[in-house]
């Protein structure tokens, strides 16, 4: 089984043929409304994948709480761990440009309200051959201690370090498996505009440190990783972009549950990479996630 302990939103989309620079307005072509949050989003792939999921979060008492679960309540989630808080549901306000890029800022609301004691919580019910994962839209405090006790408890972990903050560096350290885009593996490698060569060394580097497995996602060039000592890459489809939002998660839900049902790593590198690429054929992140028929029929 696997556990995500994260964030819940409500985006709201906005389309416009081109991003707007600082301080600049542009007209938009489209709007709508889709279920988000970065924890919801994985949890959605995951489960979407294949594997028995188990959401914990929160949501407010307000009209977004409810379709920001629909997806997930749809799919056989395990929502038994959402709690229902006084604080507005998370929002996320999202711009899509002509071009499929976004650009996103994240009000937390009730996803704020999640402590070190809903981690302990949330750790206490899974086993050893369970898999949390998380990512930053939740307190650093509830983070931490989760990370904490699941590696106590010897429950495998899978960090997720998005959206960037300042103690993702030191929280990386704490999972078995992290996952990162381009940008946020230069925070946590402490070097910036790596070129390919460097990235590698830089993989190489802080897993000889660690021992953790380490995953970079880049995009349209796939991914690359290390884990055992051994750099792998895997390529996802080649594909004109609608939108990229949810890509991100479609791969750690899906790579997560590719572990969770006995797949190699790199056969789970390469459905999660793929999932991904399908992901950014449709619009809004939960609605753009593919189910299992659909990745297989790529693979």
């Known amino acids: 089984m696997i556990t995500i302990f994260g964030s819940i939103n409500m985006d709201l989309i906005a389309t416009t043929d081109r991003l707007p620079k600082p301080g600049e307005t542009v007209a938009g072509n489209g709007f709508s409304t889709a279920a988000g949050g970065k924890g919801a989003n994985q949890a959605l792939a995951a489960r979407r994948a294949g594997s028995t999921v188990?959401?914990?979060?929160?949501?407010?008492?307000?009209?977004?709480?409810?379709?920001?679960?629909?997806?997930?309540?749809?799919a056989g989630t395990d929502l038994s761990t959402v709690n229902h808080v006084s604080e507005p549901t998370g929002t996320a306000l999202i711009l899509v440009g002509g071009d499929g890029e976004n650009m996103i800022a994240v009000v937390p609301g009730a996803n704020g309200t999640m402590t070190a004691e809903h981690a302990t919580v949330a750790v206490d019910a899974l086993g050893t051959a369970d898999t949390l994962m998380l990512q930053f839209e939740i307190p650093v405090a509830a983070v931490e201690t989760a990370l904490t006790a699941a590696k106590?408890?010897?429950?495998?972990?899978i960090l997720n370090l998005a959206p960037l903050i300042p103690d993702a560096a030191r929280l990386g350290r704490l999972a078995d498996i992290v996952i990162a885009n381009e940008t946020e593996f230069e925070r946590l490698a402490g070097e910036d505009n790596m070129s390919a060569d460097a990235r590698e060394a830089a993989l190489r580097r802080l897993h000889t440190e660690t021992g953790q497995t380490l995953i970079v996602t880049l995009g349209g060039d796939g991914v690359i990783a290390i884990r055992g000592g051994e750099v792998s890459r895997a390529k996802g489809l080649v594909i004109e972009p609608v939108d990229t939002v949810g890509a991100g998660d479609t791969f750690c839900g899906y790579f997560a549950a590719s572990l969770d049902q006995g797949l190699d790593f790199h056969q789970s590198l390469r459905r999660a990479a793929v999932a991904g690429s399908l992901a950014c054929l449709k619009p809004g992140a939960q609605p753009s996630i593919p189910v299992a028929s659909e990745v297989a029929e790529q693979l």
């Open 54 to 74: 188990r959401m914990t979060g929160a949501v407010g008492n307000d009209g977004f709480a409810e379709p920001a679960l629909a997806l997930l309540a749809a």
């Open 152 to 157: 106590a408890k010897g429950v495998r972990t």
